[in-house]
Each structure stands twice: as structure tokens, then as C-alpha cells.
């Protein structure tokens, strides 16, 4: 079975500078891939995802994530934070075909001025 | 266009009473799906419906947890009875499930958070 894991839960960024969160995930075959936002006392929102093609994908709000299949990892990055992007951000793997999304534990993402 | 709305979004309950959720999904949403999501965790689906038949049911506890989706429309979640355990935040997803298009997004409601004493 499939698996995804966040190895940091808690990340403090100062807001104007980089961010990149960590995702690996354990699949047989090329998953695809996905990075969700949370905001408090909101639902999921689809940030971005990866099915093939191109390792580099670009999302909604300035974020981006890399696809590295050696890695078995899929990092999500935004060059410059801002206050609003303080969220809970999962990133999630489906059983290709099925739409069965399987998330990991989450990063809560805390922006200091 | 109206997102997936759910209710109640707040619910506190005593261990042993019982507790339904309910979830409208966006309107022609084909897939239902109920997902739990426990405190310091990632959404964990539960059951997901296609049109008002269930698709996959293999992680809902089925002593205690019921759901339905009558008329392949609105659904409800059921816990009876509730355990401490159940404490969670209950979210429901829908899907339009377009025939050959290569991914059907799942948009995601508010949730509605269950704290049971």
C-alpha cells in the first residue's frame, strides 16, 4: 500500500523568505501527487499536483513543487512567503486510477513577521 | 458556484450518544466521499459513494459508523454510538467524475469538528 510522509511537523519561516516542505512517499509505480492547504476552520485546497511529464509544477498562490522519483520525493517550495500561507499543508498520493487519496501527517506552516 | 457545505460545523456529544453529520456536495458532483481527520493527523477516507451507490466502505467501522447518500445527491454520516475515540474533524469531498477525463478533482467542505467526553 501506498504511503506519504511529512517529516516536519512545525515550521516557523520569517514572511518574505524562502519555504520548501518535505514529502516522501512510498508507491510502486509513478503515483501521482499532490500538496493540499488547510487553513484553520477551512476544508482542503488543492494547491497543486503531478501525474507526469515535466518534474516541475507549478501551482496556485506562487508555490511549486519538484517531482524526483529517485528520491521517491515530491518538495513543495514558494520563493518568498507571505502572512496569508500560515496553514496546515498536506501532501497526499493516489492509487493511480482509483481517486483514493492517501495524505500524510501534515506540516503546520507558522509565518513570523 | 457554491462550494460543498456541510453541518453542523461544530458538535459536542457525551461517549455512548449518537451523532449524524450531514454534507450537500457541489451541484452534478457524481463522488461523495467522507473523509476523518484526527488532531495531529491526515485526512483518512472513510467511504466514498458514486452516484448513490458505495464504491469503497473498507475503512468505515461498520459496528458503529453508518452513511447513505440517498437519491445520489446529499449524504449523512452516522456514529452510534460515539467513543472517545471519535473526536475528529468529519469532512466530506465531492468529484464530478467526468467520464475520460484524466483526474477529477476533490473539492473539500469545512468539515464539522466532533468532540466527544
Known amino acids: 500500500a501506498q504511503s506519504v510522509t511529512q517529516p516536519d511537523i512545525h515550521i516557523t519561516v520569517s514572511e518574505g523568505a524562502s519555504l520548501e516542505l518535505r514529502c516522501n512517499y512510498s508507491y510502486g509505480a509513478t503515483p501521482y501527487l499532490f500538496w493540499y492547504v488547510q487553513s484553520p476552520g477551512q476544508g482542503l485546497q488543492l494547491l497543486l499536483k503531478y501525474f507526469s511529464g515535466d518534474t516541475l509544477v507549478q501551482g496556485i498562490k506562487g508555490f511549486e513543487a519538484e517531482f524526483k522519483r529517485s528520491q521517491s520525493s515530491f518538495n513543495l517550495r514558494k520563493p518568498s512567503v507571505h502572512w496569508s500561507d500560515a496553514a496546515e499543508y498536506f501532501c497526499?498520493?493516489?492509487?493511480?486510477?482509483?481517486?483514493?487519496?492517501?495524505f500524510g501527517t501534515g506540516t503546520r506552516l507558522t509565518i513570523i513577521p | 458556484e457554491a462550494g460543498v457545505a456541510q453541518s453542523p460545523r461544530y458538535k459536542i456529544i457525551e461517549k455512548r450518544q449518537s451523532v449524524a453529520f450531514w454534507c450537500n456536495p457541489i451541484?452534478?458532483?457524481?463522488?461523495l466521499y467522507w473523509y476523518q481527520q484526527i488532531l495531529g493527523q491526515g485526512p483518512k477516507l472513510l467511504i466514498q459513494?458514486?452516484?448513490?451507490?458505495?464504491?469503497?466502505d473498507s475503512q468505515l467501522p461498520k459496528d458503529r459508523f453508518s452513511a447513505e447518500r440517498l437519491k445520489g445527491v446529499d449524504s449523512t454520516l452516522k456514529i452510534q454510538p460515539a467513543k472517545l475515540e471519535d473526536s475528529a474533524v468529519y469532512l466530506c469531498?465531492?468529484?464530478?467524475?467526468?467520464?475520460?477525463?484524466?483526474?477529477?478533482?476533490?473539492?473539500f467542505g469545512p468539515g464539522t469538528r466532533l468532540t466527544v467526553l
Open positions: 459513494f458514486q452516484n448513490n451507490g458505495v464504491v469503497d
Open positions: 497526499a498520493v493516489e492509487d493511480f486510477g482509483n481517486e483514493k487519496l492517501t
Open positions: 469531498a465531492s468529484s464530478l467524475d467526468k467520464w475520460g477525463q484524466e483526474y477529477n478533482e476533490q473539492f
Open positions: 451541484s452534478g458532483h457524481a463522488t
